[in-house]
């Protein structure tokens, strides 16, 4: 019955080669953990994939109650945190999740680094690496502020003052994130909400595919 | 793949007929060096058994550690100890050196960050030689441990000076009074004990005075002689008023 459909889609889109593009090939044995338990440090760049595939799941479950205003978001996060079944889990998956992402990728970021794998003709690859790091602790900073907790409101005003003393175009890249020049508040809260829920996983999602793309096109690097 | 003069086609699209089609016969393993493995779905499957050890990990700390959640955000707090998470600590910590704040700010928030994160972003072009061994290339790698080195360092300095317990209590959740406002009692908290224990009861310099379990003469005497570091002689209004006083604060209670 499978076959069959799959016979029927694959007749009208032909779709066996960009299974095989995508699947079928082969992984060699320098980085297969099962030849070689050193091997193990080439996980590090999936265990990265894994957790963000856990942090778009559990973040499509916390909008589900999270309210991004400043009247409400703290008092749906509590909701969430103490009311909601299992919301002190997806919420703290969310939470660790951000946290390890960024233990990971910079396990990976090192692995790369110190294998010298970045060099002809990966340099493009590593540059697409770099930038789905700084996306990273954008989306970082941009969710610390989403529970509108004590800390979250001081550690995004410190943060917003360091972008604010770039010289000569400062106060309009503070004025681009929080929406005001001087206050931290209700707009500050959407614009970050907007950022960290479309904009960033948005370039994230791009800059994903082309990592995965160019890995694929130039298969992984060779044994050192 | 073939295209162009002699193609056979599904109706009039772009998919070939199915005699002109790659087949869909993988590579002979015997085709490439080394003990290699399918990547579907020998391989995907053991990266997932690494994936699964991982995730009871997570799960764990999830479970033992719930995300934590101070009080609402509250922008006249001016007293609160600020702290950015964890994996920005080092760039904090940074900006609090004598050549890298002040008048030095832009070292400290722009040159050296940008330095560092540019020259990773632009590894591969500054660090072109045709070698690959750690111990061939020593500057990439020196430069790299250095790195490594100092945001491990200033990530400790940054945990070591900040006060953990104060920042415990600065954010800690305050449950919510049901005191009334309006009450005369209220009135007379306000003018001689709200400056040290707080507007909503709930403390500040002195202890907080919801649910004390106190009687009113109990609280009318503390009033009056002071207890611990509290002194003498706070309460300024009559006999009268500290006996509305002491009802009001011996009823007071949380939600």
């Given at each position: 019955m499978l076959n069959k459909i799959y016979d029927w889609v694959d007749d009208r889109l032909d779709i066996t080669p960009l299974w095989r593009d995508i699947a079928d090939h082969e992984v060699p044995e320098h980085v297969n953990p099962a030849h070689h338990f050193s091997a193990f440090v080439y996980c590090f760049g999936g265990l990265t994939f894994f957790i963000t595939v856990i942090q778009i799941l559990s973040g499509m479950f916390l909008t589900m109650y999270y309210v991004p205003d400043i009247k409400n978001a703290w008092e749906s996060v509590f909701y969430l945190q103490n009311e909601v079944a299992f919301g002190q889990i997806v919420r703290g998956m969310h939470h660790w999740g951000a946290s390890l992402v960024i233990v990971m990728m910079f396990l990976h970021t090192l692995r790369v680094f110190f294998q010298g794998a970045y060099k002809k003709p990966r340099e493009l690859n590593w540059v697409v690496g770099v930038l789905i790091f700084f996306v990273m602790l954008g989306l970082g900073f941009t969710g610390y502020l989403l529970p509108w907790d004590m800390k979250a409101l001081f550690a995004t005003k410190v943060g917003l003052q360091i972008a604010q003393s770039v010289p000569f175009m400062g106060t309009a890249i503070k004025t681009l994130l929080a929406g005001d020049p001087t206050i931290v508040?209700?707009?500050?809260?959407?614009?970050?909400?907007?950022?960290?829920?479309?904009?960033?996983?948005?370039?994230?999602?791009?800059?994903?595919?082309?990592?995965?793309?160019?890995?694929?096109?130039?298969?992984?690097?060779?044994?050192? | 793949m073939h295209r162009g003069k002699g193609m056979k086609f599904v109706g009039d699209s772009r998919i070939p007929a199915a005699e002109h089609r790659k087949p869909n016969i993988p590579k002979d393993y015997s085709e490439y060096p080394g003990k290699t493995e399918a990547f579907w779905p020998n391989f995907l499957l053991k990266e997932w058994m690494v994936g699964a050890v991982f995730l009871i990990g997570y799960l764990c700390l999830t479970v033992a550690h719930p995300s934590p959640l101070e009080k609402i955000a509250d922008p006249t707090d001016t007293a609160y100890i600020p702290l950015p998470d964890w994996y920005f600590l080092f760039l904090y910590q940074l900006l609090k050196y004598t050549y890298a704040s002040g008048p030095y700010n832009v070292i400290g928030a722009l040159v050296i960050p940008g330095l560092a994160f540019g020259a990773l972003l632009?590894?591969?072009?500054?660090?072109?030689?045709?070698?690959?061994?750690?111990?061939?290339?020593?500057?990439?790698?020196?430069?790299?441990?250095?790195?490594?080195?100092?945001?491990?360092?200033?990530?400790?300095?940054?945990?070591?000076?900040?006060?953990?317990?104060?920042?415990?209590?600065?954010?800690?959740?305050?449950?919510?009074?049901?005191?009334?406002?309006?009450?005369?009692?209220?009135?007379?908290?306000?003018?001689?004990?709200?400056?040290?224990?707080?507007?909503?009861?709930?403390?500040?310099?002195?202890?907080?005075?919801?649910?004390?379990?106190?009687?009113?003469?109990?609280?009318?005497?503390?009033?009056?002689?002071?207890?611990?570091?509290?002194?003498?002689?706070?309460?300024?209004?009559?006999?009268?008023?500290?006996?509305?006083?002491?009802?009001?604060?011996?009823?007071?209670?949380?939600?």
């Open positions: 508040g209700a707009q500050t809260l959407t614009r970050f909400f907007a950022i960290h829920v479309f904009f960033l996983p948005g370039a994230l999602l791009g800059l994903m595919a082309a990592h995965f793309l160019m890995i694929r096109k130039q298969g992984i690097s060779g044994p050192l | 632009l590894a591969p072009f500054i660090d072109r030689g045709p070698q690959r061994r750690p111990s061939k290339r020593p500057f990439a790698t020196g430069f790299m441990l250095l790195a490594v080195a100092s945001i491990f360092y200033l990530t400790w300095e940054s945990v070591a000076t900040h006060d953990w317990e104060a920042a415990k209590k600065q954010g800690q959740i305050v449950a919510e009074s049901s005191v009334d406002k309006e009450s005369d009692g209220y009135k007379h908290y306000k003018a001689s004990c709200a400056g040290c224990h707080g507007n909503e009861l709930s403390g500040g310099t002195g202890p907080k005075l919801l649910d004390t379990g106190l009687s009113p003469e109990e609280v009318a005497k503390i009033a009056k002689e002071g207890k611990g570091n509290m002194p003498p002689g706070v309460f300024k209004g009559s006999d009268e008023e500290l006996k509305v006083l002491a009802e009001f604060i011996s009823n007071a209670k949380t939600k």
